[in-house]
Nanobody
Framework: QVQLVESGGGLVQAGGSLRLSCAAS????????MGWFRQAPGKEREFVAA????????SYTDSVKGRLSISRDNAKNTVYLQMNSLKPEDTAVYYC???????????????WGQGTQVTVSS
């Protein structure tokens, strides 16, 4: 089992920044590819970004490229999502997830956090 706990969400004005963190415990964190997803009210959950177990490869959905950045610190068992130039349409609950799926970017995730709310005001 892997336990994931997100933090860092909040209310920010359009154009502002936030950094989300996801702390992992349980199994060996460095064995897992990690992803960030989000779900806005009334919409399906969508993929945001992913990072390979060693941090050597990253993947982003088109709408966040150049504004959001995923990174990880395996020594701290933590994955981050740096969010810059935020827009109202970025408002959602953000979830981190872990997977051993070797597909890139991964298609299936095994473990999920409880989510953290990000609200961007216009």
């Amino acid at each position: 089992q892997v336990q994931l706990v997100e933090s860092g969400g909040g209310l920010v004005q359009a154009g502002g920044s936030l950094r989300l963190s996801c702390a992992a415990s349980g199994r060996t964190f460095s064995n897992y590819n990690m992803g960030w997803f989000r779900q806005a009210p009334g919409k399906e959950r969508e993929f945001v970004a992913a990072i390979r177990w060693g941090g050597g490869s990253v993947s982003y959905t088109d709408s966040v490229k150049g504004r959001l950045s995923i990174s990880r610190d395996n020594a701290k068992n933590t994955v981050y999502l740096q969010m810059n130039s935020l827009k109202p349409e970025d408002t959602a609950v953000y979830y981190c997830a872990a997977t051993r799926d070797p597909t890139w970017p991964p298609l299936l995730y095994d473990y999920w956090g409880q989510g953290t709310q990000v609200t961007v005001s216009s």
